[in-house]
């Protein structure tokens, strides 16, 4: 298992972020994925419009997983309509 964070970007309605905000966690958990932390950064400006949209609500995860696993993860939320995008990153031990 590798550390990666994961930035999600959510719309700002509450409904819309709660959903979403569940979609994540769940796909996290049915990859066999741990999350080591979920640290809100807040609603922010986004540097250019994503799906129409001029603000969203960040979420930082900190998440343990493997390589392999992220592939699938990231084929699953791109699928999810409640996040409107996403990034992982590998932390370097």
Known sequence: MRKYE???IFPLEEDLFKEGAEGV???IGDFGAQIINEEPYGDRDLTYEIKKRKRGRYVLFNINASPEKIVEMDRQLKLNVNVLTFLFVRVEE
């Open 6 to 8: 994961l930035m999600v």
């Open 25 to 27: 966690r769940k796909i």
